[in-house]
């Protein structure tokens, strides 16, 4: 009768049963079976993804911080009265049972019936339905679900996988209640103890017992082994055979190789983010658990081998249109689709999560003290050590795109091509496109004898039988053996920097500092280290993206690089293009010691801040030479291993970026003694990390001076207006027949490649400063040497014996006999640091021995001989 009794209370819960049992395969679906290929998902038809701006607007909210900040703490407050009103059932569960049944009725108030859970009246009836008609004891497992979810969405950074969570608290929720159940049932005691394995569990146990009888317990073990072999990725059982007979016979393990191609074979996940967060502790990796499979490094490298293999053997998608006379071969490449990855959702709030070593240094084992114990590498992004790096979803998303040139029109313009080419008795043998972003490149392999100079001059004949604007003409493209004709496109496709960012190319750029400008001719990403080039002169007219390239620059590095390892000088003459950066200020930024403003709009405060990045650097080569390093990776290699002694001066030294926004208003107002200064440091400062970024408006050779362009190899012209102007900043023409809005040519060396850059609109780089600023920064910016220049010249202080250097009797007499006002001649000769000989030249000019300063001019001495400077000195 108990039974029966109970067998009807647990058929109220079948509905609850039935969306239990589709919980419990969730986890079984999500950790993929080793040895099972894993079902391919259906990819989205591109044809049928649309946006509705109304639709955006309204829940545009679920994007919000504050919304899942409110969200997270929900699940956490649920989580602790969950726990309450449980723990309360144990107890009083018996008591309350009379009151929670005759929550249906109206007896309640009239009878003043009261609740003993300690989470009152509604404690009681959750803990009734969930333990009793429900899970029973299994039902504890909602709480670390609850917990866990809310943990995540609130402080973003957990050791656990919410994945991992979810799996292994479903199943045990699920196990737990039919084993109990069934216990409960075997006991014949379901009147006092049915609360253990609840409705569902009960109902279970009846249902397994009339099947299989006491072989049920032999299923539930089945199922406990089956959970724990897949889940915790159990692949192979070594008995009895020790360690010694494992060393004899290295090899592969067959299982794990076997585990490993199909996690490999796996369908990619949308959502999964490579950015690496130098400040996190070692811990598994989220994409690593979303499989339930913890790898090691060695797996890991394997998979992106073969991810990078497999996109590589990607062939390109050729279409043929029929021709009377000639064939069309239409080259589409799709390896960004393979690339991009599927940004919806919350995926990106585990952007925090991926490890990785600062500058990516290959570092050695630490030696050993006296004690035995290791030494601790030294880690320079523990001052911020809870800095999180900016996510994806601060970029606005334009939707996926496409490419929107049409059959009728590529068939056009070849007949055009063709027939332009035709009428100046120049055939061909074959014609191919290849279609872009911006532009269309059709490839022509012209008849034997047809000299390339004669296509060539024929530009404007087939811009006007096009009648397009910016046709240009490679002849012959570099590494084929046919000549290009890029054509616009009617429909221009804009890239995006959230479509670049959000590819696997640059998730897993191992560059020290990557920039992704935007897509090629050939729709693939194109992304260049700027530690490599290793400066970069920009230049193109007003209006055809510079200031955005500018914004690209910086966003990309920001995405990549943790504050400790990268500061940027910002020289803004125009004062309005860079200025949201000011938010930022204390994590990124660097500036003079006396400066109210990280980014400098003077142009006599830009001369000192060249003038300090020039001390900067020589301090900097003063290191290197002294820690034995050829360049700034390998000195903060060594420092990081603890083989520096900072007591000696020794610092990890960050990379430096210098950007001038407008360098053409610097050359009028400040001339030579802006230009040395920038010469000198594109000459020198590549070693030592320190890397310009210039642009103009005004590519002509007053403002790219041949001192300067000699020391730029990489360069950047967006649409100028003449081939004058395309020749002085590229050395070769092009840039004029660019068609604008960035559109835009990049030269490094003898190869020049058309990119469509990337749009970065203001309120995203708005978001980007306001989530980087609104954390916890250093206590200032960066700050550079200090450095006098002309302002305090025209204030002569008086000479002060008393503090006067030990050195100056000495460093006058060297003044004087060379007659040379020179700081760098006091450091060659009393080899000293520039701080010390830059205030003896200062004592120096108090005394009158040397004028004031002049700029790049070595100062004046005016005391000509030494008898007449022991008569100054004895008066001193």
Known sequence: MAKNTYRNEALNGSRAKNEMRGARNEPRRANTPIGEKPRQPEKPKRSFKFSFPSINLQF????????KLSVGFTFLLISFCLTIAFVSYLFTGHADQSVVESIAGTGVKESGQEAENWLGLFGAYISHLFIFKWLGIGAFFLIPIMFFAGSKIVFRRVAVSLSYVLGLCSFSMLWLSLTMGYMVFSLDNIEEFGFLGGGIGIETALWLNSLIGGGSWLVLGFLLLVFVVFFFNVTSINWGKSEDESEENPG???????SLSDVINAPARGGINHYADPTASLEQEEDEEDFGIPFDEED????????????????????KPAAPALELDVELNDELAEDEFDTSGDEFDTIEDEVEEPLDLEIEEAPEEETGLAIENYDPTLDLARYQYPTIELLTD????????SKEELEANKDKIVETLGNYNIGIASIKATIGPTVTLYEIVPDAGVRISKIKNLEDDIALSLAALGIRIIAPIPGKGTIGIEVPNTKKEMVSIKSILSTEKFLKSDMDLPIAFGKTITNEVFITDLAKMPHLLMAGATGQGKSVGLNIILTSLLYKRHPSQLKFVLVDPKKVELSLFNKIERHFLAKLPDSDEAIITDTKKVVNTLNSLCMEMDMRYDLLKDAGCRNLKEYNRKFVERRLNPKKGHRFMPYIVLVIDELADLMMTAGKEVETPIARLAQLARAIGIHLVVATQRPSVNVITGIIKANFPARISFKVTSKIDSRTILDAGGADQLIGQGDMLFSIGSDIIRIQCAFVDTPEVDRICDYIGEQQGYDDAYLLPEFVGDESGSEKTDFDPSSKDPLFEEAARIIVQHQQ??????????????NRAGRLIDQLESAGIVGPFEGSKAREVKIPDEYSLEQLLNTL
Do not use: H
């Not at 006002?821 to 520039?834: I, V």
């Open 821 to 834: 006002g020179s700081t760098s001649l006091l450091q060659r000769r009393l080899k000293l640091g520039y």
């Open 398 to 405: 334009y939707g996926a795109s496409k490419v929107s040139v």
């Open 252 to 258: 592969i393990d067959n299982s794990r190789a076997s």
């Open 300 to 319: 890991e490298e394997a998979i992106d081998r073969a991810l990078e293999m497999e996109l590589r053997s990607i062939p390109p998608v050729v279409v």
């Open 60 to 67: 545009g909210f679920l994007k919000d911080r504050r919304f």
